[in-house]
């Protein structure tokens, strides 16, 4: 079993940066796929970022492509999204999610989930 936990969440105002942390435990976490999932009010959850396990392979969705960083410390077992240049439609429920492959993560395959961070952009 693998646990994630999520923090960095919080209010920021349009054009700001925050940066989300995901400790993960119970497993090593090298042996992972991890990502990043998101879901506003109202909506659907959707796929933000997916990194592979070495780190060498990552995907973004369009709408974050060059403004959102997916990264991760296999030693320290910490997954990392950075991200700049918010926009008020980047507001959402941000969501870790671990699984045997980023390709899978991509098309919203998981087997594990975190309980989320709330991220809140003000225009």
């Known amino acids: 079993q693998v646990q994630l936990v999520e923090s960095g969440g919080g209010l920021v105002q349009a054009g700001g940066s925050l940066r989300l942390s995901c400790a993960a435990s119970?497993?090593?976490?090298?042996?992972?796929?991890m990502g990043w999932f998101r879901q506003a009010p109202g909506k659907e959850r959707e796929f933000v970022a997916a990194?592979?396990?070495?780190?060498?392979?990552?995907y973004y969705v369009d709408s974050v492509k060059g403004r959102f960083t997916i990264s991760r410390d296999n030693a320290k077992k910490m997954v990392y999204l950075q991200m700049d240049s918010l926009k008020p439609e980047d507001t959402a429920v941000y969501y870790c999610?671990?699984?045997?492959?980023?390709?899978?993560?991509?098309?919203?395959?998981?087997?594990?989930w975190g309980q989320g961070t709330q991220v809140t952009v003000s225009s």
């Open positions: 999610a671990g699984g045997p492959r980023a390709n899978s993560l991509r098309l919203g395959n998981s087997d594990y």
């Open positions: 119970g497993r090593t976490l090298s042996t992972l796929a």
């Open positions: 990194i592979s396990t070495s780190g060498i392979t990552r």
